[in-house]
């Protein structure tokens, strides 16, 4: 796999990493697999999914309410592990 995270980015995946683990143990571990199969969908079709910006993607997390959003063909650029539900654009300015 070929991904880099915005740092802002890596913070926000381990702390959701950790919530879940502290909610059940094991629980973690399956969200940071899931995001990693996310990120892997995109690296192999990274313009398959839907554009939520010009050049910005966002590939679906299943079982949780997640979504990587990433930009980049080849090497893709991990901007935010973003709960669904919460402040929708609050990774704009990641993107500049």
């Keep these: 796999m070929i991904f880099d995270f915005h740092p802002e980015a890596e913070e926000e995946f381990g702390q959701a990493v950790a919530f879940y683990e502290d909610r059940r143990v094991g629980l973690g571990l399956d969200f940071a ?47 935010a592990v973003m709960h669904l539900r919460r402040e929708p654009d609050y990774w704009n300015h990641r993107a500049a």
């Design 33 to 79: 697999a899931e995001v990693h199969e996310a990120i892997e969908r995109a690296i192999s079709m990274p313009l398959a999914w839907m554009q939520v910006e010009p050049g910005i993607h966002r590939v679906l997390v299943h079982r949780f309410p997640f979504a990587v959003l990433y930009f980049g063909n080849g090497k893709l650029f991990i901007l």
